[in-house]
């Protein structure tokens, strides 16, 4: 069975201050990862994907993730946010095809960015 | 870019209605995936597909069935409308390959009256 969990429901940042959203996930497999951001009345946009080459990812929009498999962690960062990336995030793991290629999606984190 | 376009972006339909999703994907894609997605739950799977005429129960099928007639749509389908599902619906796609993400439509906001 494979779980994920964003460790903060809420994160409010300063405009051009960095971003870091944590996710820890637990899987029988050996991981798939992505990240997805969601503004309001949207569907889902892909930010980034981890596909065990290398550790740390670069995504969209200045995001990017790093992988750390002793710590099971995906965490989120951005080196300075933006008004536009207030939004909700959501971590995800993947299952591998035999299983039907399902996600499991975190809890997800809203981002709040103040001017 | 993939596209996943849901027909409607909003409906509003009564108790007991039949009421039809569409989905249609301009990639190629294999698995197409439909969830809910409600305030305090997540997202959660109804139904997906993983080729033409194939289907397979998500988490919470019941109340719904789809449709897959051809490999580029994908259908959900209110069998009898209830209120409790009025909700967000989002359709996805992806490569059967394993670690490819789905790619979502922008969703239908479905209000059931």
């Known amino acids: 069975a494979q779980s994920v969990t964003q460790l903060d429901s809420h994160v409010s940042v300063s405009e051009g201050t960095p971003v870091l959203l944590r996710c820890n996930y637990s899987s029988s497999y050996s991981p798939s990862l992505f990240w997805y951001v969601q503004h309001p009345n949207k569907g889902l946009q892909l930010l980034l994907k981890y596909t065990s080459a290398a550790t740390l990812v670069k995504g969209i929009n200045g995001f990017e993730a790093e992988f750390k498999k002793s710590e099971t962690s995906f965490h989120l960062t951005k080196p300075s946010a933006h008004m536009s990336d207030a939004a909700e995030y959501f971590c995800?793991?993947?299952?591998?095809?035999?299983?039907?290629?399902?996600?499991?999606f975190g809890g997800g984190t809203r981002v709040l960015v103040k001017p | 870019d993939v596209k996943v376009t849901q027909s409607s972006r909003y409906l509003v339909k009564r108790t007991g209605e039949k009421v039809f999703l569409e989905c249609v994907q301009d990639?190629?894609?294999?698995?197409m995936f439909w969830y809910r997605q409600d305030p305090g739950l997540g997202l959660r799977l109804i139904y997906f597909?993983?080729?033409?005429?194939?289907?397979e129960k998500g988490d919470i099928p019941e109340g719904y069935s789809v449709s897959r007639e051809k490999k580029e749509r994908f259908s959900l389908i209110l069998e009898s409308a209830s209120t409790n599902q009025t909700s967000m619906y989002l359709c996805a796609s992806s490569l059967y390959r394993g670690g490819q993400p789905q790619h979502f439509g922008d969703g239908t906001r479905l209000s059931i009256l």
């Open positions: 995800v793991v993947s299952d591998p095809p035999a299983a039907g290629n399902k996600l499991t």
């Open positions: 597909s993983y080729d033409v005429k194939m289907k």
């Open positions: 990639m190629d894609h294999e698995n």
